[in-house]
């Protein structure tokens, strides 16, 4: 069995109330998950975030999309996606194209790099999340997805 947070953390004194508890071991949580995704994804030389707009943008098939709508589709809010954009694009995985008949209008594009990258991790990442949750019973990654969500409703 794996340790209780208190002594993960080697904290002394109790939680101050249950939600604390709980809150911290979903932050504690997240972190480690993480971490083990930014290290996957370094071989790649791409952070957790553009990783995110790859799998977006080939989502989004050849016609692409805003940066606006990137952002409302982003798993962790952001909030300079231009400037994430911007180091996409002079890495080469993305090109953004301004409408010709709305200036204001750019839309974002996977460069075939862009899809290659994203393409190549595809197996590795899913390796990872078995990895890291397939200790897991399908009932209980059910149950843990939906008390997930219930917690976000009031976020």
């Given at each position: 069995?794996?340790p ?6 080697r ?6 109330s ?6 911290l ?6 972190a ?19 990783y ?14 805003c ?36 200036r ?20 590795p ?10 200790h ?16 976000r409703?009031?976020?």
């Amino acid at each position: 069995m794996t340790p209780a947070l208190r002594d993960e953390l080697r904290q002394r004194k109790a939680f101050t109330s249950l939600e604390e508890e709980c809150f911290l071991n979903i932050v504690r949580t997240e972190a480690v998950l993480r971490a083990a995704l930014e290290r996957l994804l370094k071989a790649s030389d791409i952070t957790p975030a553009q990783y995110n707009v790859l799998r977006i943008l080939r989502g989004a098939g050849g016609d692409g999309l805003c940066r606006n709508a990137i952002g409302g589709r982003l798993v962790t809010r952001m909030p300079d996606v231009t400037r994430l954009l911007d180091r996409m694009e002079d890495a080469g995985l993305i090109v953004r194209e301004r409408s010709s008949a709305d200036r204001r209008h750019v839309d974002t594009r996977l460069t075939a790099k862009g899809r290659k990258v994203v393409d190549s991790l595809d197996a590795p990442v899913d390796a990872e999340h078995r990895r890291s949750l397939g200790h897991l019973s399908a009932s209980q990654l059910r149950e843990l997805i939906a008390l997930l969500t219930l917690a976000r409703e009031r976020g």
